[in-house]
Nanobody
Framework: QVQLVESGGGLVQAGGSLRLSCADSGRTFSNYAMAWFRQAPGKEREFVAAISWSGRNTYNADSVKGRFTISRDNAKNTVYLQMNSLKPEDTAIYYC????????????????WGQGTQVTVSS
């Protein structure tokens, strides 16, 4: 069973940084590819970044390349999203998700989701 809990969201000024964490209380974390998605009010959920089960392969959306970095620590059952140079358009609820299939940009690939953490970037 995968149970994901995000933390680290908050209010930050444009240009600032935040680090999101997503911890899994289950025992099979290292079997799953992990990803971060986000959803702004009135918009569809969009892919942000993904990482393979080993951590060797990562993928980022064009909108966050060069600013966001996804990483994981399988010993701690945790995936991270380091967000730098934040912009007001990054404001959204951020969700982590787990996939037994592999990394992908489609939310349908991910079977397990956290409850989300709010990130607000002020201008």
């Amino acid at each position: 069973q995968v149970q994901l809990v995000e933390s680290g969201g908050g209010l930050v000024q444009a240009g600032g940084s935040l680090r999101l964490s997503c911890a899994d209380s289950g025992r099979t974390f290292s079997n799953y590819a992990m990803a971060w998605f986000r959803q702004a009010p009135g918009k569809e959920r969009e892919f942000v970044a993904a990482i393979s089960w080993s951590g060797r392969n990562t993928y980022n959306a064009d909108s966050v390349k060069g600013r966001f970095t996804i990483s994981r620590d399988n010993a701690k059952n945790t995936v991270y999203l380091q967000m730098n140079s934040l912009k007001p358009e990054d404001t959204a609820i951020y969700y982590c998700a787990a996939s037994p299939i592999g990394t992908a940009t489609s939310p349908a690939t991910y079977h397990y989701w956290g409850q989300g953490t709010q990130v607000t970037v002020s201008s």
